[in-house]
């Protein structure tokens, strides 16, 4: 369907951004890519009444690495997460988890902070973010604030984001020489969003002991899931086959996931069993995948 | 009406445009440029696929608002500077395209292919193209065309290396 009747203005600074939130007040709603709100539009889920274009905001472009943390821009498109070097070097989980994510031209436009703005449970970023402990940095007319992708995502595409409060970047711990991370998933057709998928971040040490894990899964429940008890079972071991038969032993107690279009839960939990071990699988050292 | 300059197919154009007006309908009512096609207008068929500034683009997913001072590069601009008329070529060949509605979509798509990864693999251009969708020819003869051009292609190198 066409687009309904809508407004559109341009913010070039924060300060029009501002200015458009004063104006319009909450008919006004951010455009970054459009890849979500113009097709929700298309279906009526959604009629905001002035679209403020923010994709013209400096302040909301690039990423760097400063005073050790890697910062990205929410306006950031998912096909230059791809190829971002500094990226690929301090955070390859979220270079990993482009191929995954829609189609070549929908990554031209989407940004990470539409992905993490939007928060479907089944995207592949919102889980990334978690798994990596990410920070996100979050500004407002009233001032900004900081807080951890871990309790941003408060249900079904719903965020702590206050009306008028706006994702200025994603900020990332560099990657540490012993991380080990992965991102694999299960759906249909390449491109779909996923039935179910792991973000799964470790660090490994010279034994092969494991610390600081943080699986994370999507498409299972109605935001990204941390697997708590399946990390907690992982944490201090040696990772090998028996640990890792432990963490999915572990993993059913984490997951409560809902029947969907997909199927039902039992099926969602299957997956994510699988998923966990093809994930860990890849971290053991090469002797023991032969094995 | 926002005002709005930018350049298509090399050419400058200034228009005031409804910010309701997508690129694909802008492109085909304002600028009479009927070679970009709307399907599904919601992002998963691939048939209004064009370029802007450079990549290739979900037309129905872009406001002709956002678009001051972009440069737009359509199927007409793509056919007529040459840059894949070898494609096209196999595309006949092969009988890639029957009703043709998606072919412009796909020649952009598969034009972004021998642009970016010169050495794709069947697998590789299968997955590039998987936005793309097709009703008719069941795709193995795009692939094959994809395919077969980025082999003549590779041996042309070849040859001019010699
Ligand atoms: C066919 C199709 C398939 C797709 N498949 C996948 C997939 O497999 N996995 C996946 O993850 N995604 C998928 N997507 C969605 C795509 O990744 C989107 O780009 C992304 O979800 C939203 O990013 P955007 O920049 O386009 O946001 P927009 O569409 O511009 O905005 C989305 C929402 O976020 C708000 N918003 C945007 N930026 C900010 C910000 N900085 N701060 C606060 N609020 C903001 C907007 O107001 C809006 O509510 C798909 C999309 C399509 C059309
Ligand atoms: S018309 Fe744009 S994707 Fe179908
Ligand atoms: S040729 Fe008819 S849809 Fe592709």
Redesign the pocket.
């Known amino acids: 369907m066409k687009w309904p009747a809508i407004g559109y203005v341009r913010a070039r600074s924060l300060d029009d951004l501002w200015e458009a939130q004063r104006t319009h007040g909450a008919a006004a709603?951010?455009?970054?890519?459009?890849?979500?709100?113009?097709?929700?539009l298309a279906f009526r889920l959604?009629e905001?009444g002035v679209l403020v274009d923010?994709t013209r905001i400096p302040e909301?472009r690039g990423v760097a690495l400063r005073d050790g943390v890697l910062r990205i821009g929410?306006?950031t498109?998912?096909a230059e997460l791809g190829r971002d070097p500094l990226i690929a070097r301090h955070a390859p989980l979220i270079a990993a988890a482009v191929p995954?994510?829609?189609?070549p031209a929908?990554?031209n436009?989407?940004?990470?902070?539409?992905?993490?703005?939007?928060a479907?449970p089944?995207?592949?970023?919102p889980a990334c973010a978690v798994a990596l402990d990410a920070t996100l940095h979050l500004l407002s007319a009233r001032g900004e604030r900081r807080v951890k992708a871990e309790g941003f995502f408060t249900g079904l595409l719903s965020t702590l984001?206050e009306p008028g409060?706006?994702?200025?970047a994603v900020e990332l711990p560099p990657a540490s020489p012993a991380q080990r991370s992965a991102i694999l998933e299960v759906?249909r057709r390449s491109?779909?969003?996923?039935m179910a998928g792991i973000a799964a971040v470790l660090e490994l040490d010279a034994a092969g002991q494991v610390a600081s894990p943080r699986l994370t899964f999507f498409g299972v429940g109605d935001r990204p899931v941390l697997a708590t008890r399946a990390n907690a079972a992982l944490a201090g071991r040696v990772l090998d086959a028996a640990a890792i038969a432990a963490a999915a032993e572990a993993l059913e107690g984490d997951l409560d996931p809902p029947a969907d279009l997909h199927g039902p839960p039992e099926m969602k939990r299957h997956l994510a069993r699988v998923l966990l071990r093809r994930a860990l699988a890849q971290f053991l050292p090469a002797r023991e995948k032969a094995a | 009406m926002i005002p709005i300059t930018l350049t298509v197919n090399g050419e400058r154009v200034s228009r005031h445009v409804e910010p309701r007006r997508h690129l694909i309908d802008f492109l085909r009512l304002d600028l009479g440029l009927t070679g970009s096609h709307a399907g599904c207008e919601?992002?998963?068929c691939g048939a209004c696929t064009v370029r802007v500034d450079g990549e290739i683009v979900?037309g129905c997913?872009v406001p002709a608002a956002s678009l001051d001072g972009a440069e737009v590069t359509t199927i007409e601009g793509l056919s007529d500077s040459g840059e894949v008329a070898d494609l096209q070529a196999h595309f006949v060949a092969r009988n890639a395209a029957q009703c043709g509605y998606c072919t412009p979509g796909m020649i952009m798509t598969a034009a972004d292919i021998l642009r970016h990864h010169p050495d794709a693999t069947r697998a590789q251009i299968r997955e590039h193209l998987s936005?793309n969708y097709c009703r008719c020819t069941g795709y193995h003869a795009i692939v094959d065309a994809v395919e077969a051009t980025l082999a003549e292609r590779a041996a042309r190198r070849q040859e001019e290396r010699r």
């Open positions: 709603q951010v455009l970054a890519g459009g890849q979500t709100l113009l097709a929700t959604s905001p923010i909301l929410a306006l498109r998912h995954y994510i829609a189609h929908i990554r436009r989407g940004t990470i902070g539409g992905s993490l703005a939007y479907d089944a995207a592949e970023l984001l409060e706006i994702i200025a759906s491109g779909d969003y996923a | 919601h992002g998963v979900r997913l936005g």
